[in-house]
């Protein structure tokens, strides 16, 4: 799995960071940004459809699955 933090719509709620920091991390402006180049490993599959469903802007993508 390949996810993404599309810029544009991060307000810097920061629960992708929260939810899995092995996935997410935060810049000077408090935005996420993908760690690893989004590439997931298979154990965190499961931490990052969380983080994907607690986003509350809708803003991580799958970019392939
Ligand atoms: S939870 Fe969503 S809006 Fe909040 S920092 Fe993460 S990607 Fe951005």
Same mark, same amino acid.
């Given at each position: 799995?390949?996810?993404?933090?599309?810029?544009?719509?991060?307000?810097?709620?920061?629960?992708?960071?929260?939810? &899995?920091?092995?996935?997410?991390? +935060?810049?000077?402006?408090?935005? &996420?940004?993908?760690?690893?180049?989004?590439? +997931?490993?298979?154990?965190?599959?499961?931490?990052?459809?969380?983080?994907?469903?607690?986003?509350?802007?809708?803003?991580?993508? +799958?970019?392939?699955?």
């Amino acid at each position: 799995m390949r996810i993404r933090v599309v810029g544009g719509k991060c307000q810097g709620h920061n629960r992708c960071y929260t939810i &899995a920091p092995e996935l997410f991390d +935060v810049d000077d402006l408090g935005n &996420a940004f993908e760690r690893l180049g989004g590439v +997931v490993p298979a154990d965190l599959y499961d931490k990052a459809r969380l983080a994907i469903d607690n986003c509350p802007e809708y803003a991580i993508e +799958v970019v392939e699955e």
